[in-house]
């Protein structure tokens, strides 16, 4: 009987550890991902999934998968698990958390470059053959990062790291906001705590490192685009519905802002009527925060970890909701 069911292709480097065991394991190893009725029927009897932020595990999920104790996400986001419902449940959800913070801050950080400087729209003049004679480019004018204000939403893990880049690379001064103050940082890179009014008012670039939740759901929305610099850039490598992505497409329009670069979308992996029109001052990628070849194996290889200590009578070591284990 097949105790663990991983859903989609997470490379085979994780897979051959469980390969050396005597778990009983099937691999998806195809890159599209199952939908619903699918996954349920191939997880029935599964004691352990290992899945990825495309598979929403809903109570309703977990309802039909009577067996089901651990669910090991590859990705640090468990927006895509209702939690409260796993715990009720007694079923462990873990996460990868760590191994992705820098290369997800490299990411935030390739991004605000990139708006900054109209990477893109340089590489499609190229590309299109218009570069003909030198010139001053007015047209293509971008804005300073050097000494620029930069503003984080969320210093977690990945802002805190995307504030590093930012205050030891490009000598900005720091804004954050959040729930809570973090002395850490701003003791580490002379970070300052404000409202986050005063953040969208003051920052040249807004990185949003945010969790989703209800309360940072549409964060930004026009209102929140009308506070800020007109000169100013929001970077999202977090999750797409913290940005109302309809009033960025207005904001934009309206030359509310400079500029967005979107890593994550509100309706992923769709982006909302309009976005996709905006030629300037956008830059879009397909989530990709974590998309290098050691960070994606070392996140495999944690959610992998987790379902051998599961097995092996051991505690997972990254636990969502370690109160089911510690409980049971
Ligand atoms: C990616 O978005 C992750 O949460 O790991």
Known sequence: MTQVVITRNIGETAVSKLGQTDIRFSHNESDVSWNQDTLIAQSSKAEAIVCLLSDQMSADVMDRLPNLRLIANVAVGYDNIDIQAATERGIIVTNTPDVL?????????????????????????????????FELFPDMLGVDVYGKT????????????????????????????????????????????????????????????????????????YAAFQKMKSTACIINTARGPVVKEADLVQALKEGLIQGAAIDVFEFEPKMVDGLAD???????????????????NKMADIAVGNVMAYFEGKRPLTMVNPEVYDNR
């Open 278 to 296: 905006i030629q300037d001052k956008l830059v879009v990628a397909p989530h990709i925060g974590s998309a290098t070849v050691d960070t994606r």
């Open 150 to 221: 930069l503003g984080i939403v969320g210093m977690g893990r990945i802002g805190t790291a995307v504030a590093r880049r930012g205050t030891l690379g490009f000598n900005m001064p720091i804004l954050y906001s959040g729930r809570r103050r973090q002395e850490e940082a701003e003791s580490e890179l002379g970070a300052t705590y404000v409202s986050f009014d005063d953040l969208l008012a003051q920052s040249d670039f807004i990185s949003v490192n945010v969790a989703l939740t209800p309360e940072t759901t549409h964060l930004f929305d």
């Open 101 to 133: 913070t820098e290369t997800t801050a490299d990411l935030a950080f390739a991004l605000l470059l990139a708006i900054a400087r109209r990477i893109p729209e340089s590489d499609s003049f190229m590309r299109a053959e218009k570069y003909t004679r």
